[in-house]
């Protein structure tokens, strides 16, 4: 064999392992991705029931005012939360992150500093210690934050 | 100078008469005012907005043109604002009525059960009024009607006549009477207004609902999403709820552990916020009564 064509081949070669390896890497991007949106949002869901517990009686304003920071903090991570490309199902199989984020990506930021406003208004509540402004800011944060992108961007796969 | 008594008398009369004119014209406008009152909450229930909006679109309320997919094909919601052309402007409220709770359209042809009148047959008289004096009080929109996408056969509507008598049961609501009234009302609200079972429970190859499976969910509900299973079955229904769970859900869309929900049932709770505290604690009273049946997969 020509020394050249053996270069050629072996340059094909290299060419094919580097874009077999940085697939697995993407894939494997993907799915870290995925895993840390879903942790983000399950950290959010307990934020949220610490401060019900309080609504309900049943927990500490310490632990509220630590879940409602946790929440202004965690909503404003959300935009890091979806890098273009990441869309696709939920490591449970169970959601999938609807190409609207990134097709409508101004649309998704709205909503996103929609519910950082939200947050930030429910850590004002928790800390004023009346608890039914608290309902009122939770329930809003709920519905017209989380409902609200959960609404437009998220699709359900499974029940 | 001697009075003119029977001229005076006649003026009083007049005056009299045309107070009570008044009078009588206020009073009934102010029924007239209850009722779309009334009507504005059962079409909030009912939803009646969700599918004849096309709002994803910029659609005006109740102009229809919202398109739902279904296996049958897509149907697009008609016009049901007072427009006298396009819309529903000239039916009477026996057309009205007929259109509700017998699925029959004014001129004597079948609707397609994608409008959920297995459900609505059950409202009662008074509801279907108040529910058409809110419609009626609406903007008339222009907006003609675009035609179903639905393939042969099932664009026979003929063929539904057949479909009826063998999935249609149409009749009012019967309260239970060993029941209380908590339970009763919820059963009106979820098997008659909100017809919660036109999503949550499954249907057969004809598209009628399996009785034997209400709202036990469905992997292939509307626009061919999954619908949960929302009997008290312990481990795929939500026999684990208790009834706050399910008031917070209807009010604020928050599942026991903290997510809110999206897709249509976003849609659905925007409806179900607006009810009253007792309504949303008669649905969830009713909702852990019906039979708990495990989903199928």
Same mark, same amino acid.
């Given at each position: 064999m020509k020394s050249s064509t053996k270069r050629s081949m072996l340059a094909a070669a290299l060419i094919c392992a580097s874009a077999a390896i940085s697939g697995a890497a993407l894939a494997q991007d993907k799915e870290t991705i995925a895993k840390n949106r879903e942790t983000l949002m399950k950290g959010q869901g307990k934020d949220l029931g610490s401060i019900k517990a309080y609504i309900d009686g049943k927990g500490d304003q310490a632990q509220a005012e630590a879940g409602a920071i946790g929440l202004t903090q965690s909503t404003r991570k959300i935009p890091d939360a979806? +890098? +273009?490309?990441?869309?696709g199902p939920s490591p449970d199989g169970k959601f999938a992150a609807k190409p609207g984020i990134w097709n409508d990506w101004n649309k998704f930021i709205d909503v996103q500093k929609n519910a950082v406003s939200k947050a930030d208004v429910l850590l004002a509540a928790v800390k004023s210690g009346n608890k039914a402004t608290i309902e009122t800011a939770f329930s809003d944060l709920g519905k017209n934050g989380c409902g609200a992108c959960h609404e437009t961007f998220r699709e359900k796969l499974q029940d | 100078m001697s009075r003119d008594v029977p001229r005076e008398t006649a003026r009083l009369t007049a005056a009299f008469a045309a107070i009570s004119l008044v009078l009588g014209g206020l009073a009934a406008r102010a029924e007239d005012g209850d009722l779309v009152a009334r009507g504005a909450y059962l079409a909030t229930a009912a939803g009646c907005a969700d599918c004849h909006t096309d709002a994803k679109n910029g &659609? %005006?309320?109740?102009a229809g043109g919202r398109a739902l997919t279904t296996p049958f094909g897509t149907f697009y919601a008609p016009n049901i604002t007072p427009d006298m052309v396009t819309g529903i402007?000239? /039916?009477?409220d026996v057309q009205f009525l007929n259109a509700l709770?017998? &699925?029959? %359209?004014? #001129?004597g042809s079948n609707f397609f059960p994608v409008f959920p009148y297995p459900s609505?047959?059950?409202?009662t008289d008074g509801d279907v009024r108040a529910i058409k004096a809110y419609l009626f009080a609406q903007p008339a929109v222009r907006q003609a009607n675009r035609a179903h996408d639905v393939a042969f056969p099932f664009s026979w509507r003929f063929l539904l006549s057949g479909w009826k008598v063998l999935f249609f049961n149409p009749g009012p609501f019967r309260p239970?009477? #060993? %029941? @209380?009234e908590t339970y009763n009302r919820g059963a009106y609200l979820v098997t008659?207004?909100? *017809? $919660?079972?036109? $999503? *949550?429970t499954p249907r057969n190859w004809f598209g009628a609902m399996e009785p034997s499976r209400?709202?036990? &969910?469905?992997? *292939?509900?509307? =626009? @061919?999403k999954a619908v949960p299973n929302?009997?008290?079955?312990?481990e795929t229904g939500i @026999?684990? /709820?208790s009834d706050d769970d399910i008031e917070a859900l209807l009010k =604020? @869309?928050?599942?026991? =552990?903290?997510d809110f929900v999206g897709g249509a049932m976003a849609e659905v709770v925007k409806n179900t916020a607006r009810l009253t505290d007792a309504d949303r604690r008669a649905i969830a009273a009713f909702l852990r009564s019906v039979t708990a049946v495990p989903s199928s997969r």
């Open positions: 979806f +890098p +273009p490309g990441s869309g | &659609g %005006r309320p109740y402007g000239q /039916w009477s709770r017998e &699925g029959v %359209r004014p #001129d609505f047959t059950k409202i239970a009477p #060993d %029941r @209380g008659a207004l909100a *017809h $919660c079972g036109e $999503c *949550h209400f709202l036990a &969910g469905t992997p *292939h509900g509307p =626009d @061919g929302i009997t008290p079955n312990q @026999g684990k /709820w =604020d @869309g928050q599942t026991p =552990d903290f």
